[in-house]
């Protein structure tokens, strides 16, 4: 136990050093990134903790002197914060898919008409659902985009903004992503940068998406005041409404000198794998440095000659 | 009809703090409310707020010569069993959307209508802006 203790330690450190890598290149590019750019780094490194245990089984890890009593004590602490997390993902998931099988498909009129407008070479599907607070993507492997009903005959134009922030997030497998960000804080939910990194990985997933709305032509005015619109009609059904990222992203997408991009089209599942390729291969690499210089330490240190 | 079961988890930031102020003092006017209150709204608003409090069942007032006073109908010990309950419900329900990409986020600290009608000035400003 405690060498798993050892293991378990060494590679919540790892994981931290890439969080914390992750940060200080955060604040380093700054503004002069864009929300996609920033996103894409913040993907990756998610990505890269998530490859970490697989990638790390090889790598001896150091055991710590510490009473056997304690070694359970640390173990079992951290499996409970990572049942419960994994729990609330659980959860999610079978939310998600309640929601998805209660909705009810749209295949024609005004949002099927503007989905087929977008020309969008994503598969996708449409559907309407009683109580959803906000339009949302969901599913990874048949993604899906769900209205609410109370939007059913919102104009043209907030159908546009609507559908082309939910293509965005489809385009990056930003579905996608966020499921395995919110798996890799559970396995690092002692390292305050996994909670600090999934929030910003979410936050610049939103901005990315409005950076999309807006080089689709839609006025940076009519948008915000449609999510504002959303968030007050959510005050007046429910009695409360939580700000998320409101405020932030209204500033953002009114802020006229902020920098924008959005990545060229790329199949979700070819961007994924993309992402996924290049963390497995860092994760890799990293393992591999580790045992090669652990493997030159023990082959350098002297022979003890037995009398 | 069976009395309605007082619902002590919908509550807002300002009603919880009423609900503090109730449960420390014991029984409470609404001066005292507004007294003990952190950065205390006008005394109608908080009358108003003690008043909602009362249609959810969570506080039942009697007559004390001109003043009315209020005094908890849930005890503390059930109020701190429900909350929790509430957190861990919230916990869990709140993961539906935590992985989920959405338009708009609606969760976390309250927005006030003043805080959605500032974004909507803001709004206006730059469409004056935008010309």
Known sequence: MTSWLGWLGMLQVVA??????????????????????????????SLIVLSLPLARLAVPAP????????????????????SVLLLRWARGLASTRELIARATPIHSGPWHRSLSAANTPLAVTLAHAQGLPSPML?????????????????????????????????????NLILQLAVLARAIYW????????????????????????????????????????????QLDRAGRVGAGQLRGR????????????????????????????????????????????????????PLVRSR | MAPRKPKLQHLSRREGQIMDIVYRRGRVTVQEVLDDLPDPPSYSAVRALVRVLEDKGLLAHTQDGPRYVYEPTVTHARAAHSALA????????GSTTEAVASLLELEGDELSRDDLDALSEMIERARGGEG
């Open chain 2, 86 to 93: 509430h957190l861990v419900k919230t916990f869990f329900r």
């Open chain 1, 63 to 82: 055991t710590p002197r510490v009473p056997l009593v304690i070694a359970w004590v640390g173990v079992g602490v951290w499996a409970a914060g990572a």
């Open chain 1, 190 to 233: 002692v390292t305050p940068l996994a909670w600090w990194g999934l929030g910003r990985l979410t936050a610049e997933a939103e901005n990315a998406a409005d950076d999309a709305v807006l080089e689709a032509g839609v006025p940076p005015t009519s948008y915000a005041a449609q999510l504002v619109a959303l968030a007050r009609a």
């Open chain 1, 138 to 174: 969901v599913g990874c492997l048949r993604p899906m985009i769900l209205i609410p009903t109370e939007l059913a005959h919102a104009p043209a134009s907030e159908r546009r903004a609507v559908l082309s922030h939910e293509l965005a997030h489809l385009a990056r497998a930003d």
């Open chain 1, 16 to 45: 931290a050093a890439v969080l914390g890598v992750a940060w200080i290149t955060d604040r380093m590019i700054g503004a002069r990134a864009t929300a996609a750019q920033r996103r894409s780094m913040w993907a990756l490194a």
């Open chain 1, 250 to 301: 209204v500033e953002a997408i009114l802020d006229v000198d902020r920098r924008r991009g959005v990545l060229a089209g790329q199949r979700p599942r070819l961007a994924f794998a993309h992402l996924l390729g290049v963390a497995v291969l860092l994760a890799s690499l990293t393992s591999a440095c580790e045992a090669r210089s652990d493997h030159r330490a023990s082959s350098d240190a």
